[in-house]
């Protein structure tokens, strides 16, 4: 059975137990035994288990960014349904406010008692449930503006990730240049050593992405 490997951040591998060749479409079973169709890129190694492991796209194009709209427009609806539940638990917790508006007291003892303490108890707990569907509905937009920011995002597990670090490769140099040059003033102490890192890490995602995609 062919299955999914963790590679690096981002980065799935299909792990197989018999030798394919690029382009070939093969199916993957996920840990929760859906099927996925894929197609096989680039072998990568075959590693001591015995397994031969491959870089890959989805047949159906489905990736990472797809995977961001899914989930933004899924946590959208829930944004929905929670603040429509807000609105009519409020809607319900106004219901008597004309009544309480006058400030009656309870009349301990009077058969309006049991009503009268009725009303303010559905009106207490119906604004707090309003309150909790509205905090309900704050967290998952906040949640929903991350996956929205990822739809268009570009990372290791896309072929397209060749030609951005490329070019994000060569800003890096361009920049650690002409910061050691003096042509860019160091704003501090370690001006030159982050760019050097920033410069060492587009290099190594190049790497990585040439040896997935090239």
């Known amino acids: 059975m062919n299955t999914y490997a963790k590679y690096c951040p981002n980065v799935f591998l299909a792990k ?4 394919h060749e690029k382009g070939e479409k093969i199916f993957l079973t996920t840990k929760y035994g859906k099927e996925n169709e894929v197609i096989i890129f680039n072998h990568i190694l075959t590693g001591k288990d015995g397994f031969h492991y491959y870089s ?4 159906d194009g489905f990736d990472s960014r797809a995977w961001a709209e899914k989930k933004a427009e899924k946590l959208q609806s829930q944004v929905f349904n929670a603040t429509k539940k807000s609105n009519e638990y409020y809607k319900k917790s106004n219901k008597d406010s004309a009544f309480l508006s006058l400030g009656e007291p309870i009349k301990v ?6 009503r009268h303490r009725k009303v303010i108890e559905q009106a207490y707990n119906n604004m707090g449930k309003s309150v909790e569907f509205s905090d309900k509905a704050e967290k998952l937009a906040s949640r929903s503006e991350y996956w929205e920011s990822r739809k268009n995002l570009v990372n290791l597990s896309m ?10 490769l060569e800003l890096a140099e361009i920049e650690h240049s002409k910061i050691k040059s003096g042509e860019i003033p160091k704003l501090h102490s370690y001006s030159l050593t982050y760019a050097k890192k920033r410069m060492n890490e587009a290099q190594k995602n190049l790497e990585t992405a040439i040896k997935l995609w090239g």
């Open 16 to 19: 197989c137990p018999d030798l």
């Open 56 to 59: 890959f796209v989805r047949s």
């Open 109 to 114: 003892g009077h058969h309006s008692e049991k």
């Open 159 to 168: 072929p397209e990730s060749m030609e951005m670090y490329e070019h994000e």
